[in-house]
């Protein structure tokens, strides 16, 4: 027992060094419910620590892969760590991200005057580009982390529109008048300048719709990074996720520390990694928030695979609804990445001819791209797949 404690905190460790948000919070309650259960029942303690570090389903694959390796596990399906070969390419997304993030993985440490000069340095012109290219899915634990830094810089303008509103401006184009009328008063009725003023422009608003269902899991981990780095960055984003229903995750995003913000969602959020009703999210959506947010020209992406379970019933109607309700919808969509794509499942069918452009979203090269799809000006042709 005096033994637990050590190899709770390294294990605790290992899921940090894996992705998952695994806290001194977790850790004791783990602690707590270890003294609850037999320390003999693999069963038992196996459950006891995934009921208490672990809140989302999609961690559960990689949960079990690093309990497996870290408690050694004669049975578990991956071989047992050895600190001194690299992972196998072959081995699954998880259990790579697991074996990176063992006790060991890392390289010996350079010399103190090559290690300052790494520290200074930007990544290598290769290493970058490895990264850029690389598919989020198949990233390891390092390279989640070094992406997530990178999305974390990622700016995204959007070109200022006209308001309604105007703001007293000497050299503006317009005359105001009252203004003119008013200062004049004050003179006795004489008027001796003439007021002027300027339109206000401003960004337009940014509503983000992005699928957490089973099929979008991998992706949309690291993509709720990208939804988390925007809403900081800017005013007026408005951000949303749904699976079997729609949940509003504005206000969780806002905290400026991603891990509580991720925290907060996780609570909030009853569906993660379950099944998709596309369809059903975005008529609900169209209901009770197009109005409040889809004003003043607002810019929607929707991130999803449009693989609906729902067979896609009433998603066409839906689609179409919103589309007519914003100036620009962007359709965000992973199965993009595969050259052979064909849109032959219902539910991309129905989405594809009221979507304005139809953009594939797996690596950073593909939202550096979004970003600069957002800069330039919008296109007026019609829609695009």
Not at 48 to 63: G, P
Request: glycine share 6%.
């Amino acid at each position: 027992m005096s033994a637990l404690a050590p190899n709770l905190l390294a294990f605790g460790r290992v899921l940090r060094r894996a992705g998952l948000p695994v806290g001194p919070a977790e850790t004791l309650g783990a602690a707590e419910a270890l003294s609850h259960v037999p320390l003999s029942d693999r069963t038992a303690f196996r459950a006891a620590l995934r009921a208490t570090m672990i809140h989302r389903r999609d961690h559960f694959e990689v949960f079990d892969t690093a309990f497996d390796l870290f408690w050694r596990n004669p049975d578990a399906p991956v071989a047992p760590f050895n600190p001194d070969e690299p992972p196998p390419e072959s081995l699954p997304p998880a259990a790579r991200r697991v074996s990176d993030a063992m006790p060991g993985a890392s390289p010996p440490p350079p010399p103190a005057g090559e290690q300052e000069r790494r520290e200074d340095a930007a990544l290598a012109v290769s290493d970058r580009e490895r990264l850029n290219r690389l598919d989020f899915e198949a990233m390891s634990a390092e390279e989640l982390a070094e992406a997530k830094r990178e999305i974390r810089r990622l700016a995204l303008p959007l070109a200022e529109r006209p308001t309604r509103r105007f703001r007293p401006d000497p050299s503006g184009p317009r005359a105001d008048l009252r203004a003119t009328i008013r200062a004049s008063m004050r003179l006795g009725g004489e008027i001796t300048t003439l007021s002027r003023r300027r339109r206000v422009t401003q960004p337009p608003p940014l509503v983000l719709l992005c699928d957490v269902s089973g099929s979008m899991a991998h992706y949309a981990q690291i993509l709720l990074h990208f939804l988390h780095a925007v809403a900081n960055d800017r005013s007026r984003v408005h951000s949303f996720v749904f699976g079997t229903r729609l949940t509003n995750i504005t206000r969780a995003l806002r905290n400026r520390d991603p891990e509580v913000a991720f925290q907060a969602v996780s609570h909030i959020l009853p569906d993660w990694s379950g099944g998709t009703r596309i369809g059903e999210a975005l008529a609900r959506f169209n209901h009770l928030w197009a109005r409040r947010v889809l004003g003043q020209g607002a810019v929607v992406l929707l991130i999803t695979d449009g693989l609906d379970r729902g067979g896609a019933e009433g998603l066409a109607e839906a689609a179409e609804r919103l589309s007519h309700s914003c100036r620009r919808l962007i359709w965000l969509n992973p199965l993009l990445r595969y050259a052979g794509f064909q849109p032959r499942a219902a539910g991309i069918r129905a989405l594809l001819p009221h979507v304005h452009e139809h953009r594939q979203v797996h690596n950073l090269n593909s939202l550096r791209a979004l970003v600069a799809t957002l800069s330039a000006p919008a296109r007026n042709q019609g829609k695009s797949a």
